[in-house]
């Protein structure tokens, strides 16, 4: 999954979560700044964070994508800031 700062300044991402349909997976950024015009990918894999990839820690698909092929959908992600509020959402 990708998150693209759109804006003109960094944004401090800690305290920041990504929940899928129905909050069966979290995702909470303990420290990340993004930077203006920045991307982040985060990744479902376990893996070492590093640069603009960050990694959840788990071992399973956690944000589905879209499978045109089997005209299946994947979960919808929810970006919901540090005070709670919902910033963003995609459908995968």
């Not at 071992?59 to 089997?70: G, Q």
Request: glycine share 10%.
């Amino acid at each position: 999954m990708k998150i693209t700062n759109g804006g003109k300044t960094s944004v401090n991402l800690k305290g920041w979560n990504i929940k899928d349909e129905g909050a069966k997976h979290t995702y909470i950024f303990s420290s990340y700044t993004l930077k203006s015009k920045a991307t982040v990918t985060l990744r479902s894999g376990i893996s070492k964070s590093s640069g603009s990839t960050l990694y959840c820690g788990k071992n399973i698909f956690i944000w589905n994508n879209h499978d045109p092929k089997h005209k299946e959908y994947g979960d919808t992600a929810y970006l919901w800031n540090a005070q709670g509020k919902l910033v963003s959402s995609k459908k995968g």
